[in-house]
């Protein structure tokens, strides 16, 4: 059974910076995509980042380019988001989510870390 | 981008009547479009992908159709437990982008 684990979420001031994380187990890690998508307290899904199977492949969402980084390691199963310079339209559940070989098509999902950015 | 248009946002239905629920493309998607179910408190599923395959798993009663711009998903007798949010989600092009939702809500 697919099972992803997310860590390393909190509160944080703006212009902070988190770590997440997300530990998988269940799945052959280093063959699957792997994304970030968050949602904002009672609104809709977006779309954070990507990540290809083998790390050499990344795209963001315009709103966090610049700001986040998506790495993994295939030695750990582990798969991050380094969140820097945080503002408050940050603040949301952050869901890591497999796909494919190749593909966006996000098959497991995390149950989501709350990230708070407040003064 | 492409912006994802879902309708209606809202949907009124009582168990055992079909729901039908849209998702319009601002540009051709071709087929890479999903749809998605999320209960409150839950991780979104995967119902449907590439427009009209189901995911593993999936009732029968769950089907989607479309292509291009166009995408329907229609659960065909609604049960207690399908009242929830449903999304569509791109990957024709970056960004993936997300419809913006339709609540499945009991009347």
């Known amino acids: 059974e697919v099972e992803l684990l997310e860590s390393g979420g909190g509160f944080v001031q703006p212009g902070g910076s988190l770590r997440l994380s997300c530990a998988a187990s269940g799945f052959t890690f280093s063959s699957h995509t792997l994304s970030w998508v968050r949602q904002a307290p009672g609104r809709g899904l977006e779309w954070v980042s990507f990540i290809s199977a083998s790390g050499g492949d990344t795209y963001y969402a315009d709103s966090v380019k610049g700001r986040f980084t998506n790495s993994r390691d295939n030695f750990k199963d582990t798969l991050y988001l380094q969140m820097n310079s945080l503002r408050a339209e940050d603040t949301a559940v952050y869901y890591c989510?497999?796909?494919?070989?190749?593909?966006?098509?996000?098959?497991?999902w995390g149950q989501g870390i709350l990230v708070t950015v407040s003064s | 981008e492409i912006v994802l248009t879902q309708s209606p946002a809202t949907l009124s239905l009582s168990p055992g009547e079909r729901a039908t629920l849209s998702c319009r493309a601002s540009?051709?998607?071709?087929?890479?479009l999903a749809w998605y179910q999320q209960r409150p408190g839950q991780p979104p599923r995967l119902l449907i992908y590439d427009a009209s395959n189901r995911a593993t798993g999936i009732p029968a009663r769950f089907s989607g159709s479309g292509s291009r711009t166009d995408f329907t998903l229609t659960i065909s007798s609604l049960e207690p437990e399908d009242f929830a949010v449903y999304y569509c989600q791109q990957r024709s092009n970056w960004p993936i982008t997300f419809g913006q939702g339709t609540r499945l809500e009991i009347k």
């Open positions: 540009q051709s998607v071709s087929n890479y």
């Open positions: 989510a497999q796909g494919g070989s190749t593909s966006s098509i996000y098959n497991s």
